[in-house]
């Protein structure tokens, strides 16, 4: 089922944050519908870096063809600001489009962006940002892939002004709304009176953020259709990371972890290892009786 077919029932999509292959096979797995491709935990992961516009689009666009080819859900992609200007928004579009994206975030942060729950952020002309979801809807090829407008204005210059703003990205073409950090239930409540029904409604849960936490229900019922978890998935295995490594340094030996770890076997039955062994020997001649 397409992201544009599955945002048209009445449940909220529950999409958790990947940031690689094997992050988007364990959500598969799980039962996820959708997944959201971070561009905070891509710089997490991959850089060892914080949310601050360090990845590329480039370094998005691998990460995207990488998970496409893992798994069959939609994916949301982190297209940051475009990285640029409407015509490098355009080609960001193509780029991700290409690589088998169902949807583009974008967002109206000056660049390079920093994490919508940071502070001292910049925000660009509304025009401007309004001029960057047209041009990445005359760029795409699909209808079906979605343009999702995320305003930072609240940090910036309050909830009235982030209404407003998303309401020029909707009249300039955006699919979905994503007005990031709201502060209270209240600010929630704000944004849904005002956009529930009209069009899907995104919110972004961020452990520690400036929005409380809300569970996807509390969500749903609140009028949301997508409720993102970007980061959880870093900060889960940061954690046990940290007590990997610790553990090790001391012991010498993994033995007292063992029973946080697959062994050898275990991760091989999570990564279907048998079932392409198998693919592979009915087109190896060699591998015959």
């Known amino acids: 089922m397409s992201l544009k077919s599955r945002l048209s029932q009445s449940e909220i999509l529950l999409a958790p944050g ?49 998970i496409a080819d893992r798994v069959t859900v939609p994916v949301i992609i982190d297209a940051d600001t475009g990285f640029g200007n409407a015509l490098n928004a355009q080609r960001t579009m193509r780029l991700y489009e290409r690589a088998g994206a169902a949807a583009l975030q974008v967002e109206d942060q000056t660049y390079p962006k920093r994490c919508g729950h940071l502070a001292n952020k910049s925000l660009i002309p509304a025009q401007e940002m309004a001029g960057k979801v047209a041009a990445m809807a005359d760029a795409r090829v699909s209808d079906d892939t979605l ?92 954690h046990a990371g940290q007590a990997y490594y610790q553990s090790l340094a001391k012991h010498g030996t993994t033995e007292p972890f063992r029973d946080r770890m697959h062994d050898f076997d275990g991760l091989n039955a999570v990564l279907g290892t048998s079932d392409m062994l198998r693919t592979g020997a009915k087109y190896d001649p060699s591998s015959g009786d």
Do not use: C, H, W
Not at 26 to 38: C, I, T
Not at 170 to 196: H, N, R, T
């Open 18 to 66: 990947v940031y690689d292959g094997l992050t988007a096979l364990l959500a598969e797995q799980a039962g996820f519908e959708g997944l959201y491709l971070s561009g905070a935990a891509v710089a997490y992961t991959k850089l060892g870096r914080p949310d601050i516009g360090l990845s590329s689009v480039s370094e998005m666009a691998d990460a995207m063809t990488l």
């Open 147 to 238: 343009i999702i407008a995320r305003t930072d204005a609240i940090a910036v210059d309050g909830l009235s002004a982030a209404l407003d703003r998303a309401e020029t990205y909707l009249e300039a073409g955006a699919d979905v709304l994503f007005v990031e950090a709201p502060k209270s239930l209240e600010d929630m409540q704000i944004i849904s009176d005002q956009f529930a029904g009209r069009v899907p409604l995104l919110a972004n849960m961020v452990e520690g953020g400036a929005t409380p936490i809300r569970s996807a229900q509390d969500l749903q019922a609140k009028g949301f259709s997508i409720a993102i978890f970007p980061g959880g998935i870093v900060r889960a295995l940061a």
